[in-house]
């Protein structure tokens, strides 16, 4: 597994690099109308949750490559190094946008009550006592695909100590990642994960 500062060198090795950021950028579609103007949204590929990323070799420490997310890199390149504790908040609540002045940076409760804030989380009042949709499709991405920037699958006490502000056990981490309890959300997700392995 990479050390998070062979991590943070491919990063600010490929933000230093002016062609590779412009290469970066024709990826990027400014939006000029409807509900999401002014995004810049990516054209690239996705992962399961909606989100844009993809897979750089250059610069690796070994020459085999590593996964990021669209709306980070373009945070970083734009803004700096963040490191993978902090969250990305998108304030225009467009999953593809990576605009840096559409982000602000925030930690778990940042991003909970921000959905909580926005509404888009239906039938849940505090998203501080139960687990939302969201974070149910987050956890498992987290259990099957794994985290940014590395992408190794976390096992169950993984997840469980990310989410100690939320006060979730095993078994409710056990129940979400073997679907057997919001069925809807785990078909959904490998209905999508499915559709991504035939393309």
């Known amino acids: 597994m990479a050390s998070d500062e062979e991590i943070r060198t491919h990063i600010e090795a490929l933000c230093a690099d002016k062609d590779w950021v412009k290469s970066f950028n024709s ?3 400014k939006v000029k109308s ?3 103007k002014g995004c ?4 690239g590929g996705l992962d399961k949750g909606g989100y844009g990323r993809f897979h750089v070799k250059k610069y690796h420490e070994t020459g085999t490559g590593r996964n990021f997310f669209a709306h980070r ?9 963040i490191t993978p504790a902090e969250l990305i908040l998108h304030q225009c609540h467009n999953r593809l946008c990576c605009n840096p002045s559409h982000h602000k940076l925030g930690d778990h409760m940042d991003n909970m009550d921000d959905l909580h804030d926005s509404k888009r989380i239906a039938g849940e009042n505090n998203p501080r006592s139960k687990l939302t949709e969201d974070e149910v499709w987050d956890i498992l991405s987290l259990y099957y695909e794994g985290i940014e920037p590395i992408y190794e699958p976390l096992s169950i006490g993984d997840i469980v100590k990310l989410y100690v502000d939320v006060g979730i056990k095993r078994g409710t981490v056990s129940d ?6 919001w069925p809807y959300v785990y078909n959904e997700f490998f ?9």
């Open 27 to 29: 990826k990027l579609k």
């Open 34 to 36: 409807g509900e999401h």
């Open 40 to 43: 810049l949204e990516w054209q």
């Open 73 to 81: 890199m373009s945070y970083m390149i734009n803004r700096g190094y």
């Open 176 to 181: 979400i990642v073997y679907g057997r309890t």
């Open 191 to 199: 209905e999508m994960w499915h559709l991504e392995e035939d393309k």
